[in-house]
């Protein structure tokens, strides 16, 4: 929200230079973006009335002006701006001014003619771009005034950000209320009185929908002049708003807004036929708004409507058919009360916003709406004349928002502020900002007003307390804790240690939302029934993630885009999953998980590497180290994510702990991943989990070693040809490890050959060639009752 400090000033105006003001408004939570001046620096310039424009003599494009700047006498300037005529009044720089940019105005010759000054335009006086002709000051312009003093040039413009449950500070009062509270300064807000209605021309109002919408007011206004030009000090405070001055009803509805934070809306009177109606949609109506937009409203969106037509969608946007023009003599004005959940994310949806959905979807108080009006009939009848007729006023106080109390605990305040604040300076600091206080035994009951919507359990409470104390008076305190050395078990590894690993692996660490796009979930994960999200932060990021492939893999799509091939990204963070209908509490699992993808090429590009694409057994090795020294295994998995014949299932210890694989070609082509990425996904509990390093004797004696080539069935699992010769290995047998796989001549379409090398020895003895002979005999045999297994022989 943008506005002018000196319009701020006219509700309460501390004891603070601007730099000041805005610290404290920050500090408050009401956090200052921008402050900067209304004006560049610049002196000498005041208020001047041109008595004659004449042709200047010897120049066809200049004009020889004799001004009256309030000296005492007339001033000769020369002016080339085409738009310079007697009876203007216009900024003048006179002899000794200087000018944004340090450009000083000095008398001088111009075609042979003195000139002592300068008339000036927007762009030289820094205030605009318009350089066209002079800057045209009103006629009451009084002459001999300082330029600066004239137009309220020494001020700030500020811009704060506001969280989404401060909508009460989407106006000056909420400020000016803020401000007051914060330094004890005077609070003077606006007085509005009711205007006594001079005409009894009414129209009916009627509730369709009284949960979206349960206050309406309307009010006719009867001969007034569009015409009529808003007043200047109206147009300057809107405009340092970030709003264009328009006509002067449109304006004056803005300026209310602006002012109290209650969005109205001007409908032309003749334009209306009955009653006015609060309601939803029927089927195929629709409505051309302001913008020119023809939309046909959601059956959720509400709309304001006659007896015949739709006029606007309620709380956004007004109606074209309905608008006022230049020619509207009679005014319907409206003040309506919608609750948040009616309006929220409407306007998006038809990709637009405005300044009154901003305001309703956040929360616009409820008890202002009557008083909106008042103020703003005075406004109109006070510019543009006419005559009021009274407020006719629709309300259904049970669907209204209730105010409750909310029990404030001191003793509980305190220790989470860690300060030391008496019961009394409690009470005092919550009634600065209009909250009432009751005592309940120890504790207090705290009502917030009508247009406090963020403050519903005892944290809102402390929250404030911290803000009214000031975070700057919080002290800080040094923390305290034991030098003591703690344990550190050998038996885990913290989390940092595998970032470590994965980086020294060339991988690079992302961060992702743990809210995803359903489709995400669907394709990846295969999970028709995700984890929704009751009020996503974005249309795409609506269900949680129950796993963090399907993020990965939009890592490497944005990558894609922007021409990066070689991408090596991992995660470590949480995915979500239900609980089963068997499990004593229902709801969500919260499970930490470690991901991480390959895509590209192997290397990066270089003499001395052959150019090859990242491949399942690169990723594979890349696990392989993270858990070394202990073995990972792995059986054919499918995976809805991952290739069919290039996935699996890692397990360790006999568990399974996750996943490894080739993403799916269809999703590589649906998502445009290029080459197929290599992806891992395991449980960060294996991962952490670390075997503590046992002593064993290194043998001296030699080693022997012997090769099996045995012949199996194609749909037989190497890992399970290994588990059972490790089943009958005898304690000779350190390791048994597969080195070949071959299909081809010799071996039938339905067999296959793996061919594992088997190491024995002894630590106290060289093994004798029967005992290792024994061995072998064993493992074969054990391979053949087990498998079906048979020796290759010399003719395969």
Not at 82 to 108: H, R
Not at 119 to 131: K, N, P, Q, V, Y
Not at 196 to 224: E, M, N, Q, S, W
């Amino acid at each position: 929200m943008q506005f002018s400090e000196q319009w701020l000033r006219t509700f309460v105006d501390p004891q603070l230079d601007s730099a000041e003001l805005g610290h404290l408004l920050t500090m408050a939570g009401l956090e200052v973006e921008e402050a900067v001046p209304v004006a560049p620096a610049f002196s000498g310039v005041v208020v001047a009335h041109i008595v004659e424009a004449e042709k200047h003599p010897n120049a066809d494009k200049l004009k020889l002006c004799k001004v009256d700047a309030g000296t005492g006498e007339l001033l000769q300037i020369v002016c080339g701006a085409p738009n310079a005529a007697a009876g203007m009044k216009v900024p003048c720089a006179k002899v000794g001014a200087v000018l944004p940019g340090d450009f000083a105005i000095k008398a001088a010759k111009l075609r042979g003619v003195e000139s002592f000054g300068m008339l000036c335009s927007a762009r030289e006086l820094g205030l605009s771009e318009d350089h066209a002709g002079l800057y045209v000051l009103p006629e009451d312009a009084v002459v001999g005034t300082d330029i600066r003093d004239h137009l309220g040039l020494d001020d700030t413009l500020f811009t704060i950000k506001l969280t989404p449950n401060r909508a009460d500070c989407l106006s000056l009062s909420g400020v000016a209320r803020e401000v007051a509270a914060l330094t004890g300064a005077p609070l003077h807000l606006a007085a509005i009185d009711a205007v006594t209605p001079t005409v009894d021309h009414r129209r009916a109002i009627v509730l369709d929908a009284p949960a979206a919408c349960p206050r309406y007011c309307g009010r006719i206004l009867k001969g007034v002049d569009a015409r009529a030009r808003t007043p200047e000090w109206m147009v300057r405070r809107l405009a340092r708003s970030g709003i264009r001055a328009i006509s002067a009803l449109v304006d004056v509805t803005n300026y209310v807004m602006l002012e109290l934070g209650q969005p109205l809306h001007a409908f032309d009177d003749a334009k209306l036929h009955g009653a006015i109606h609060v309601r939803l949609p029927q089927a195929g109506e629709q409505v051309v708004l302001l913008n020119e937009q023809s939309v046909t409203p959601a059956p959720d969106t509400l709309l304001i409507a006659d007896e015949t037509r739709p006029l606007a969608l309620a709380g956004i946007m007004g109606g074209e058919y309905s608008g006022i023009t230049l020619e509207t003599r009679d005014v319907f004005l409206e003040s309506a009360f919608f609750a948040p959940d009616a309006i929220a994310g409407r306007a998006r949806a038809h990709g637009f916003s405005s300044d009154a959905s901003h305001r309703y979807e956040r929360g616009v108080d409820f008890e202002l709406a009557r008083s909106a009006i008042e103020r703003a009939t005075r406004l109109i009848l006070d510019i543009c004349g006419g005559e009021a007729g009274p407020v006719e006023e629709a309300i259904v106080r049970a669907a209204l928002p209730v105010r409750a109390a909310v029990r404030l605990r001191p003793a509980r305040a305190r220790r989470v502020l860690g300060i030391t604040l008496t019961d009394d300076a409690i009470c005092v600091l919550l009634q600065r900002v209009h909250l009432q206080v009751a005592r309940a035994g120890e504790d207090f009951l705290v009502t917030p007003p009508s247009w406090r919507f963020d403050i519903e359990i005892e944290e809102d409470l402390i929250e404030e307390l911290a803000r009214l104390h000031g975070y700057d008076n919080i002290p800080a305190v040094a923390p305290q804790g034991s030098l003591m050395m703690l344990p550190s078990s050998e038996h885990s590894r913290p989390v940092w240690a595998l970032r470590h690993l994965m980086a020294a692996r060339g991988y690079q660490e992302v961060v992702n939302f743990a809210f995803v796009e359903e489709a995400w979930e669907r394709d990846f994960c295969a999970n028709e029934n995700p984890i929704r999200l009751a009020n996503p932060i974005a249309s795409q990021l609506s269900v949680m993630r129950s796993s963090l492939i399907p993020g990965l893999a939009g890592n490497l799509a944005t990558n894609r885009k922007r021409q990066i091939d070689r991408v090596r990204v991992f995660e470590v963070a949480r995915v979500f999953e239900r609980k089963a209908d068997g499990e004593p509490v229902r709801g969500f699992h919260q499970v930490m998980s470690l991901a991480a993808l390959a895509a590209g090429p192997a290397v990066a590009e270089q003499w001395g590497e052959t150019a090859r694409n990242v491949d399942f057994y690169d990723i594979k090795g890349d696990l392989e180290a993270l858990f070394a020294p202990r073995r990972l295994e792995f059986e054919r998995l499918s995976h809805p994510a991952l290739h069919p014949g290039r996935a699996a299932t890692v397990r360790l210890d006999g568990h399974s702990i996750g996943v490894v694989g080739e993403l799916h070609p269809v999703w590589v082509q649906r998502y445009d991943l290029g080459s197929a990425p290599v992806v891992f996904e395991v449980a960060l509990d294996a991962a952490l989990a670390a075997r503590v390093p046992a002593y064993a004797e290194v043998s001296r004696m030699p080693a022997v070693i012997r090769d099996l080539a045995l012949v199996v069935g194609v749909e037989v699992a190497a890992a399970r040809v290994v588990e059972v010769l490790k089943s009958a290995a005898p304690a000779i047998v350190h390791e048994i490890a597969l080195f070949d796989v071959y299909h081809g001549k010799g071996i039938d379409p339905d067999k296959k050959s793996l061919a594992f090398r088997v190491l024995m020895q002894d630590t106290q003895r060289t093994l004798e060639e029967a005992e290792v002979e024994a061995a072998v005999s064993a493992l074969v045999g054990q391979a053949e009752s087990q498998l079906g297994a048979r020796l290759r022989g010399a003719g395969d």
